[in-house]
């Protein structure tokens, strides 16, 4: 653990003085706005005096719910540089989760916008970005807090797919070593411009937003994703860098007419996180970007989130891995068969712990190793390779079956774009798998097709008893792909 770490919101100061561009806002595309990094670290100092003013200073807890707007990344470093822990807040979340977040988090102060002031838990004090926000900042210099090795610096809430938001504490200093790490081997420099569509509540965002502030680099920042705006962006603003999660990118490659229209050569990096991502959508990014690198991103929250990058001697990534080990970063595949198993890591950037919960944090967290509960394959070149959810497992009569195995198996079809999996309730078998399918565009895949690939490419039990084809696949709150919907929406009889 780093013993005297930076204040990580200061991260962006050391572009202060060179002229450069920290966002181009389309975050009302009517009005674009240009901001500079002397203009964003101005604004950030002002937040910090305004929250020091409030009598809020170090782990006090300041909680942000709105749309990606500049003002957002303003409070997240104008909090961190006043010692407060900003709380980023998921906007889809239902109004009694939310409540739950802001009595967990001892909420000091919410940040809003117009249109999710009326989500704000009851009896929180509010500044409204689209309100009193220009008279609550206090313009002036500030003198960042400084903090010890353990002081916290953010408080995202995992997404509590299978209970209660857990919030994660991430302190200073394992964040301090992970950025510029992080920025350094994805070669990023101040020539990068990078298009951040995906919530800054959610780690794809925020890290690509953090580490492209550390790097100089600017965020084409846009309040959500909408294909043809973030296609357009591209163009218009030389974008050398995408990111975001598969879905956005099957949507964006959609769009052919839009792509058609604009110039795509400065693309040069395409980061796919937060989920798997198939072969196909891999091979028509390359088409689409053809001066590009595409790469399938791996991250958990609780370990910083990223543990992986590219090799260290620029051995090429294979089709479908997460990447080779980040330097610094231990991981260990827990299980009967050292080479695949439960991913384990330990490195600075790991939580500190789990707010409030310190049972749960003593079952994750054991003499610094996390347990991520995702199984994790390596090969004989070291390069890991993501299977599936250790609790998405189920049992199909008698066989345990991972749905990530078989989405990656059904995503090997020259016709499938991307599959999700899950289970459903079977009379005989307990439960059994039933396919969702998004086709290539221009590729006519029937749920024959499928069932006749999955029983020839896999194993009989593991096969999907029903296959829909869909045009897409429904999305989380987290930008992930919604199982509970699908979940749902497989409910019903099937007979062998």
Known sequence: MIHAPVNVGTFLCRHVGRGLTAIFDLSRPEHPREISYDALDAACNAVARALVARGLGAGDRVGILALNRPEYVEVLFGAMRAGCVPVPLNVKLPADTLAFIARD?????????????????????????????????????????????????????????????????????????????????????????????????????????????????????????????????????????????????????????????????????????SAPASPALFEALTRTFPNAVATNGYGVTEAGPVM??????????????????LEGAEVKLVGDDPDHGVLHTRNPGVMLGYHNLPDETARRLRDGWFDTGDICRRDADGFYYFVGRADDMFVCGGENIYPGEVEAMLERHPDVLQAAVVPTAHELK?????????????????????????????????????????????????????????????????HD
């Not at 992970?178 to 298009?195: F, H, K, S, Y």
């Not at 096969?463 to 045009?471: A, L, M, S």
């Open 105 to 273: 988090a001892d909420l000091g102060l919410l940040f809003v916008d117009a249109t999710h002031r009326t989500s704000a838990p009851a009896g929180l004090a509010l500044v409204d970005f689209d309100g009193d926000y220009a008279k609550f900042v206090q313009p002036g210099p500030f003198t960042a807090f400084t903090p010890g090795a353990n002081d916290l610096c953010l408080q995202p809430y995992t997404s509590g797919s299978t209970g209660r938001p857990k919030g994660v504490l991430l302190g200073h200093g394992g964040q301090a070593w992970q950025i510029p790490l992080l920025a350094r081997v994805r070669g990023l420099t101040p020539e990068d411009r990078i298009n951040v569509a995906a919530p800054l509540y959610h780690k794809n965002a925020l890290v690509w937003a953090k580490v492209g502030l550390a790097a100089g680099a600017a965020l084409v920042l846009m309040a959500r994703f909408e294909a043809r705006l973030y296609v357009e962006a591209i163009g218009r603003y030389r974008v050398t860098t995408l990111s975001g999660v598969p879905t956005m990118f099957q949507l964006i490659l959609r769009d052919t007419a839009t792509l058609a229209a604009i110039d795509r050569s400065s693309v040069r990096r395409v980061g796919v996180g």
């Open 308 to 325: 992986f990058a590219s090799h260290p001697a620029g051995r090429p990534r294979p089709l479908g891995s997460i990447g080779y080990p």
């Open 430 to 494: 307990g439960e059994v798998p039933v396919a969702f399918v998004v086709p290539r565009p221009g590729a006519n895949v029937t749920e024959e097709a499928v069932k006749a690939y999955a029983l020839a490419h896999g194993p009989a039990y593991a096969h999907p008893r029903r296959v829909e084809i869909v045009r897409e696949l429904p999305l989380a709150g987290t930008s992930k792909i919604d199982r509970a919907a699908l979940k749902a929406r497989a409910q019903g009889a099937i």
